[in-house]
């Protein structure tokens, strides 16, 4: 019943920079490892970001050095930095809380923000 709701999608230049928003409504959330992922038209969705509940963050190789994943804890928030953006981000990004417990894997995905990036 986690509900995560993105924000802050839209349309930049190529080059330009874009901040992308995470909120999640569990008052669990610093137990929860965060995630983007991103889909674009005709492509299977691809990891884009993770940061852990202990703040390990990990990138897809395409946004190594362009993006910055970061999440507050205290306001149940994760957001995406996206610095350079080039054509090839336009895609729908995807929030994502994943937890793991002694009895099941539970994982939870937002409704999707759109960026798209022109030339």
């Known amino acids: 019943q986690v509900q995560l709701v993105e924000s802050g999608g839209g349309l930049v230049q190529a080059g330009a920079s874009l901040r992308i928003s995470c909120a999640a409504s569990?008052?669990?959330?610093?137990?929860?490892?965060m995630g983007w992922y991103r889909q674009a038209p005709g492509k299977q969705r691809e990891l884009v970001a993770t940061?852990?509940?202990?703040?390990?963050?990990n990138y897809g190789d395409s946004v190594k050095g362009r993006f910055t994943i970061s999440r507050d804890n205290a306001k149940n928030t994760v957001d995406l930095q996206m610095n350079s953006l080039k054509l090839e981000d336009t895609a729908v990004y995807y929030c994502?809380?994943?937890?793991?417990?002694?009895?099941?894997?539970?994982?939870?995905w937002g409704q999707g923000t759109q960026v798209t990036v022109s030339s």
């Open positions: 940061i852990s509940s202990g703040n390990t963050t």
């Open positions: 569990t008052p669990f959330f610093s137990l929860y490892d």
């Open positions: 994502n809380a994943d937890r793991w417990t002694f009895v099941k894997h539970d994982t939870h």
